[in-house]
């Protein structure tokens, strides 16, 4: 089973951003074919998905809540995916979470994955 590590949250002022990082290891295969998503979840609320990358084919998908100010991309060479968050703003403080599956797109990605990182707090203060 893939195993994944989150890092990269913190504090930040509102319009601020930060990147999170994803490393995945464990791969049975090469590890060049996986997808991994990021989801979050605030304090008293359910998971949230955001974004998903397909390393097979570098299709990336966004929620409605991630279009415009965060980007999904990937480092093959590095098994990291990353998540650049702009134009950060209160509403989006949450623990970020990373999940992914070898072998796997982002079909249905909103429904999760197999194996998840242990998340990254990002605070976003006004």
């Known amino acids: 089973e893939v195993q994944l590590q989150a890092s990269g949250g913190g504090e930040v002022q509102a319009g601020g951003s930060l990147r999170l990082s994803c490393v995945a290891s464990?791969?049975?295969?090469?590890?060049?074919?996986?997808?991994i998503g990021w989801f979050r979840q605030a304090p008293g609320s359910g998971r949230e998905p955001l974004s998903c990358?397909?390393?097979?084919?570098?299709?990336?998908y966004y929620a409605a809540s991630a279009k415009g100010r965060f980007t999904i991309t990937s480092d093959i060479a590095k098994n990291t995916v990353y998540l650049q968050m702009n134009s950060l703003q209160p509403e989006d403080t949450a623990v970020y979470y990373c999940?992914?599956?070898?072998?796997?797109?982002?079909?249905?990605?909103?429904?999760?994955?197999?194996?998840w990182g242990q998340g990254t707090l990002v605070t976003v203060s006004s």
């Open positions: 999940a992914g599956e070898e072998s796997h797109d982002c079909t249905d990605y909103w429904l999760g994955f197999d194996s």
């Open positions: 990358i397909a390393t097979s084919d570098g299709g990336t």
């Open positions: 464990g791969f049975t295969g090469d590890g060049d074919d996986y997808a």
